[in-house]
Structures are given as structure tokens and as C-alpha cells.
């Protein structure tokens, strides 16, 4: 197998630094240049005027002419009350600049010389054979039979048992009847014996016999580490270049710009104004000649 690996030197990475590329781009934006200003402005509407009676006002103790009699004399008012609408308006402004942002794309080439050995690796497979002889020998078994014959001789017993009964004859009618109880006698004597035979299994007759057997032979194999044979030739370089990018050159410039001024109006509390006002006297707790200018 020839492959080609790199020397032990390692390479050699030349940077020639970092160079611009292409135009460059350009961004303006407007931004804020400080945090804002808000001032209100109260403006008045349109006025609403209701007109009510008021309470008596500066009530005095007064004589009634000729009677003598004194009677509680006031002030009669009226209340004007005036509710004008109002509107708060608020007016922002915020300082604002222009920001231009100038962006130089850049670039890096890197050079990669690497130098490289040829080498030729020869791999020669090895494995380790393991044979194993295991001897065997032949074992014949024989098994005779037997019987045996089995001779039963059983003794037997004659029993003879003699019943004796007298007779005479009758008279009248001269018939024979039987007199007295019969009168039994038994008698043994030995008789023949029972003679039986019987064929039984015996205890076998076992013989063997041994004889050297085919022996048994095995084989196992393993890999063994194999052979390893390196060779090298003649060393060569190669060249990569690589561009790769590098960080941009980034400007930024500020300029003042109009502020933008914003309007907001809401809905402000209503101013209300109250006057009272004398229009007239009246009396109070007035008598029958008065009660039409009762307070």
C-alpha cells in the first residue's frame, strides 16, 4: 500500500496579512444624540357658566317700623359657577445626529507548503495453528446369559377319615335303622410330594475387551500479528493557499441633525370657578306682611 504522509518537520503556513476587498459599504442612520425634552402647555376650552341660588348671606337683626318688632334681615345671592375645559399638550423634543457607518471588507491568503515522504507499507497476515491429537481406544463389551433351573419339591398328607354306624333291624317290620351316634376315626399317612421345576435368569457373564482406536486430531487457528514492512521515497511538497476573512475596518462618523419634535394632547382637569353674587334682601322667618320676600 503507498500512501504519502507528511515529514516530521510539520508545514510551513506563510500569511501575507490581510487585504481589502472589494467597496466598501455605507450606512447612515439617524439616532438619538440625548435623551429628551418634554415640556406641557395648559390650553384652555371652551366655558360653561350655571347660575344657582345661593344661601342667605349677611343676615342682621333689623327694627320693623312703627311696631317695635324687629325682624332677621339678609342678603339674597345667587352662585355663578364657570367649568372651563382644558388640554394638556406636551411637546418632545429629542436631539438627534446622524451616524455613518463605513465598512472595508478585508481578506486573508494563507499559503500551506507541506512537505510529504512517500511511503510504502507491506502487511504480510500471519495466524498460529494449534493441533491437537487426542487418543482413543475401542472397548468391545460382551454379556452372556444364564439361566438356572429352580427344583420345588412340596410333601403332601393322606387323611382318611372312617365313619362307623350300627344298624339292627325293627320289629315289628323287621327294617333297618341306624343305633346309636356314628362313631368317626381319622387316620393320616404321608402321600406323594409335589414336585415343580422353574427356569430363572442367571447373573450374565460380562467380558471385555480393549483395542487402540483411531486417534482424534483437531486443529485451531488464531490471527498472529502480521508482518509489518515500511518503505519510504523520495520526499515531495504541496502548496494550499487558503482565503479566509479577516476582521473589517469599521468607521463611524457623527453629525448633528434636526431634532424631531413630537406633539402629544390629552384630556386636562377641568378649571372650575365659583362667584357669588348679591342680588337682592330678603327676610327671614318673616311675618304675614313680609312672607313674599321670604329668604
Given at each position: 500500500?503507498?500512501t504519502a504522509r507528511p515529514s516530521r518537520a510539520g508545514p510551513l503556513v506563510l500569511g501575507l496579512g490581510a487585504t481589502l476587498l472589494g467597496d466598501a459599504s455605507v ?269
Amino acid at each position: 500500500m503507498l500512501t504519502a504522509r507528511p515529514s516530521r518537520a510539520g508545514p510551513l503556513v506563510l500569511g501575507l496579512g490581510a487585504t481589502l476587498l472589494g467597496d466598501a459599504s455605507v450606512v447612515s442612520e439617524d439616532v438619538p444624540s440625548g435623551p429628551p425634552v418634554a415640556e406641557d402647555e395648559t390650553v384652555r376650552g371652551e366655558s360653561v357658566t350655571t347660575t344657582a341660588a345661593g344661601p342667605p348671606a349677611n343676615c342682621r337683626r333689623v327694627d320693623q317700623g312703627k311696631s317695635g318688632k324687629t325682624v332677621e334681615k339678609c342678603d339674597k345671592t345667587e352662585i355663578d359657577t364657570t367649568v372651563t375645559q382644558t388640554t394638556i399638550v406636551t411637546t418632545t423634543t429629542t436631539p438627534m445626529e446622524t451616524v455613518t457607518t463605513t465598512t472595508q471588507p478585508r481578506e486573508t491568503v494563507i499559503t500551506t507548503v507541506t512537505p510529504f515522504t512517500p511511503t510504502t507499507t507491506t502487511t504480510q497476515q500471519r495466524e498460529t495453528v494449534v493441533t491437537t491429537t487426542q487418543q482413543t481406544e475401542d472397548v468391545t463389551t460382551t454379556t452372556q446369559t444364564t439361566e438356572r433351573t429352580v427344583t420345588t419339591s412340596q410333601p403332601t398328607t393322606i387323611t382318611s377319615t372312617t365313619t362307623t354306624t350300627v344298624f339292627s333291624f325293627s320289629r315289628p317290620g323287621n327294617a333297618l335303622v341306624p343305633v346309636g351316634t356314628p362313631t368317626v376315626t381319622t387316620a393320616t399317612r404321608p402321600g406323594p410330594a409335589i414336585v415343580t421345576q422353574e427356569q430363572i435368569p442367571g447373573e450374565p457373564i460380562v467380558t471385555t475387551s480393549r483395542a487402540a482406536g483411531q486417534p482424534i486430531v483437531t486443529e485451531e487457528r488464531t490471527p498472529a500479528d502480521p508482518v509489518v514492512t515500511v518503505s519510504e521515497g523520495e520526499a515531495f511538497t504541496e502548496t494550499t493557499t487558503d482565503t479566509v476573512p479577516a476582521e473589517p475596518v469599521v468607521t463611524v462618523e457623527r453629525s448633528p441633525t434636526d431634532s424631531t419634535v413630537t406633539v402629544t394632547e390629552a384630556p386636562g382637569p377641568p378649571e372650575v370657578e365659583t362667584r357669588t353674587r348679591t342680588t337682592g334682601s330678603c327676610v327671614r322667618n318673616p311675618g304675614k306682611g313680609d312672607r313674599d320676600n321670604a329668604c
